[in-house]
T-cell receptor, first 114, second 116 residues
Framework: KNQVEQSPQSLIILEGKNCTLQCNYTVSPFSNLRWYKQDTGRGPVSLTIMTFSENTKSNGRYTATLDADTKQSSLHITASQLSDSASYICVVIPGYSSASKIIFGSGTRLSIRP | NAGVTQTPKFRVLKTGQSMTLLCAQDMNHEYMYWYRQDPGMGLRLIHYSVGEGTTAKGEVPDGYNVSRLKKQNFLLGLESAAPSQTSVYFC???????????????FGPGTRLTVL
């Protein structure tokens, strides 16, 4: 069964520190992988999108990496800010790319403390 | 552009009542989706539509119906609400990029539904 698993479930770090969130997936074949940020009470917003041929993509202080061989992705946040407190969701789109086959991880809840 | 909007934002229903959630998008997207989000679980697809007048079942369609009479609107109906339908509902839309299969989704702000 195609799955997307994220770790840790939750994370608390101090403002200004870096952190890395993990995503492991079993989806095969694989088309692209996305990271979304979801603020409390809001809908998810796209941070990065990577195809299977890309191994890194940056968006400001957010850098996503992808290892298609080991089926792992990570999201690295540099110099965290209070506004980074949110849930981060890893999303995988299978290679047979149907609108109904997008698979969402359950997310990592990140809290930034001053 | 307003993007994707959802109404209402909150709703409390009693078991057996019915209601309709409205999703609207102004980006001329072909695809629209309804998801539910429950604690500790990833977003799960209820129904989706790949164009005006077409709908299809997702992963968890039971107890819900949908309609897409206009391209910009996607309605989700609960005919007889049950406590198991207490959840946060998100609508999303996307424009299918068949060259790259990016198909980026844009989400609405969500509707928090409680069924007593």
């Amino acid at each position: 069964k195609n799955q997307v698993e994220q770790s840790p479930q939750s994370l608390i770090i101090l403002e200004g520190k870096n952190c890395t969130l993990q995503c492991n997936y079993t989806v095969s074949p694989f088309s692209n992988l996305r990271w979304y940020k979801q603020d409390t009470g809001r809908g998810p917003v796209s941070l990065t999108i990577m195809t299977f041929s890309e191994n890194t993509k940056s968006n400001g202080r957010y850098t996503a990496t992808l290892d298609a061989d080991t089926k792992q992705s990570s999201l690295h946040i540099t110099a965290s800010q209070l506004s980074d407190s949110a849930s981060y969701i890893c999303v995988v789109i299978p290679g047979y790319s149907s609108a109904s086959k997008i698979i969402f991880g359950s997310g990592t809840r990140l809290s930034i403390r001053p | 552009n307003a993007g994707v909007t959802q109404t209402p934002k909150f709703r409390v229903l009693k078991t057996g009542q019915s209601m309709t959630l409205l999703c609207a998008q102004d980006m001329n997207h072909e695809y629209m989706y309804w998801y539910r989000q429950d604690p500790g679980m990833g977003l799960r697809l209820i129904h989706y539509s790949v164009g005006e007048g077409t709908t299809a079942k997702g992963e968890v369609p039971d107890g819900y119906n949908v309609s897409r009479l206009k391209k910009q609107n996607f309605l989700l109906g609960l005919e007889s609400a049950a406590p198991s339908q207490t959840s946060v509902y998100f609508c999303a839309s996307s424009y299918p990029d068949r060259k790259s299969s990016y198909n980026e989704q844009f989400f609405g702000p969500g509707t928090r539904l409680t069924v007593l």
